[in-house]
C-alpha cells in the first residue's frame, strides 16, 4: 500500500545518515561502516561526509591498489602525515590484503585525533592518533615502515621536508594541479615535475588519476 509520506519524515539529515550507516554496518558486516556510524553519532560537527566522499575514497583506493602492487601488504608501522579524520588508516584496515602491525595517524589540527580514534575504535593498539607537526618528527629514531603524505600540495617546500626523512626510506606522496583551492600552496601542473619536485632515490610507481576537476599524480618510491 502506498504511504502519503515517508517513513522518515521527522528525522533530520544527521538522524538519517547515522540510521544509514548503522544499517549498512549491521549488513555488510564492515568495521569500517561501523567506525563511520559511530563518528556521526559522537562527533556531530567532524566533517565526515567530506572526508569520505566519491573523490576521497577513490584517490585512497587508488593508492591501496598501487601501493600493493609495488610494495605487497606487510608493513609494520605506518606513519601516516596530514591523517585528518583517520580514514586512510580505517580502509587499510578493512582491505584484506595487508597485514599491518600498527599505524600512526599524525596531523597537526588537535581536533581530529578524537575523531580519528573513534573511527579507528575497532584496531585497538595497532592505531595511534597524534598531533604533531610533520617537520618535528623524528624519522630516523621513529623508523616507520612507510610514510604516506597523501597532501603534498600543502607543503611550501616538499624537498626540504623529504631532506628530513633518512636516506632510504618508503614513501608514498600525493599532489595534484589544482591550483584554484586557496589551501593548496604548492601544485604541480604535471606528473613530471611532480617527479622532478621529490626528486625520489628509486621509483616504485609514478602515475596519474584524473578527476573531474583536477588530476592527482602520485609517487611510491625511497627518498
Known amino acids: 500500500m502506498d504511504v502519503t509520506q515517508p517513513r522518515n519524515a521527522g528525522m533530520d539529515g544527521h538522524e538519517q545518515a547515522l540510521d544509514l550507516t548503522r544499517g549498512i554496518a549491521a549488513y555488510v ?39 600493493f602492487e609495488s610494495c605487497g601488504g606487510r608493513f609494520g608501522r ?25 599505524v600512526d595517524s599524525i596531523d597537526i589540527d588537535p581536533d581530529v585525533a578524537p575523531v580519528a580514534r573513534t573511527l579507528n575504535r575497532e584496531a585497538g593498539d595497532r592505531f595511534r592518533a597524534l598531533t604533531a607537526d610533520m617537520y618535528a618528527l623524528d ?10 603524505n597523501t597532501s603534498c600540495e600543502h607543503i611550501a617546500d616538499l624537498r626540504a621536508w623529504l631532506a628530513l ?26 606528473l613530471a615535475a611532480f617527479e ?17 576537476n583536477y588530476t592527482r599524480f602520485m609517487l611510491i618510491g625511497t627518498v
Not at 605506518?78 to 600498527?102: H, T
Request: aromatic share 10%; with cysteine.
Open 78 to 102: 605506518l606513519w601516516i602525515l596530514g591523517g585528518w579524520y583517520g580514514v586512510l588508516p580505517a580502509m587499510l584496515f578493512n582491505d584484506g590484503r595487508f597485514d599491518i602491525a600498527a
Open 29 to 67: 558486516k564492515s568495521p569500517l561502516v561501523a567506525g563511520l556510524a559511530r563518528v556521526i553519532a559522537k562527533h556531530p560537527k567532524a566533517d565526515i561526509a567530506n572526508a569520505f566522499n566519491h573523490k576521497q575514497v577513490a584517490c585512497k583506493m587508488w593508492a591501496l591498489d598501487r601501493l
Open 139 to 148: 624519522y630516523a629514531a621513529g623508523r616507520p615502515d612507510l610514510v604516506v
Open 196 to 212: 622532478a619536485m621529490a626528486a625520489l632515490r628509486e621509483v616504485r610507481f609514478s602515475g596519474e588519476l584524473p578527476t573531474k
Open 165 to 190: 626523512l633518512p636516506r632510504g626510506a618508503n614513501v608514498l606522496l600525493q599532489s595534484n594541479d589544482y591550483f584554484s583551492e586557496p589551501t593548496h600552496i604548492n601544485c604541480v601542473a604535471s
